[in-house]
C-alpha cells in the first residue's frame, strides 16, 4: 500500500541518494498518508523516537552531540592532575630548598678606585701604567676614561682622577 504513495525513490531500499528536496517529499507523504496505510512498524519508530527525545534545554550528551573520546577523557582528568603536580613541585622548591642568596652587613674590605691628581705633564698612559702595572695598559686607560667620562687622552694638570685600586 505504501507504494502507491510514496514514489519509488523513497521507498526504503532505494539506492537513489536522498537529497533534500527527496527529504521534504518523505516528510510531505509520511504526513499525508494515514496510519492504516503505513506500517506497524514505522508507527512504533516514530513513537520511540518522539519518546527517546529530549525537550530543547535539557543538559546530557545524548542531546548535545558531543562525545568525548577516550583520549579526551584522558585529558579532561589527566591535564588537572598534571597541573596541580607541577603546582605543588614550585611550592616544594620555594620552599625547602636552601636559600642562595645571603644579605650580609659587613663592610667591604678594600675601595674599588682611588683618587689620583695629576702632576705637571703626566700623560694618561703613564697613571694607567702605574695604577697596575701586571695589567694591559691599554685596557686601564679604558678604564680609567669611563670611570671618569674622559672623551679624550689629554689631561690637565691638578685634574682629580678615579683610577681602578690594586
Do not use: C, Y
Not at 66 to 71: C, G, K
Not at 112 to 118: E, K, P
Amino acid at each position: 500500500m505504501t507504494a502507491l504513495i510514496m514514489p519509488r525513490s523513497l521507498r526504503r531500499g532505494a539506492a537513489a541518494p536522498v537529497s533534500r528536496l527527496s527529504r521534504a517529499a518523505r516528510r510531505a507523504a509520511t504526513v499525508a498518508a494515514p496510519a492504516a496505510t503505513r506500517g506497524a512498524s514505522t508507527v512504533r519508530a516514530a513513537g520511540a523516537s518522539a519518546r527517546g527525545r529530549r525537550p530543547e534545554g535539557a543538559s546530557g550528551s545524548a542531546g548535545s552531540g558531543v562525545h568525548l573520546t577516550r583520549r579526551g577523557r584522558f585529558l579532561l582528568m589527566g591535564l588537572p592532575f598534571v597541573t596541580g603536580a607541577a603546582a605543588l613541585l614550585v611550592v616544594a622548591a620555594v620552599f625547602l630548598l636552601p636559600a642562595t642568596v645571603k644579605a650580609s652587613t659587613d663592610s667591604v674590605a678594600e675601595p674599588v678606585t682611588r683618587s689620583v691628581t695629576v702632576q705637571a705633564n703626566q700623560t694618561l698612559w703613564e697613571i694607567a701604567a702605574s695604577s697596575e702595572p701586571q695589567r694591559d695598559t691599554r685596557e686601564v686607560m679604558s678604564d680609567i676614561a669611563e670611570l671618569n667620562g674622559l672623551s679624550s687622552p689629554s689631561l690637565m694638570a691638578g685634574q682629580v682622577l678615579e683610577v681602578p685600586a690594586r
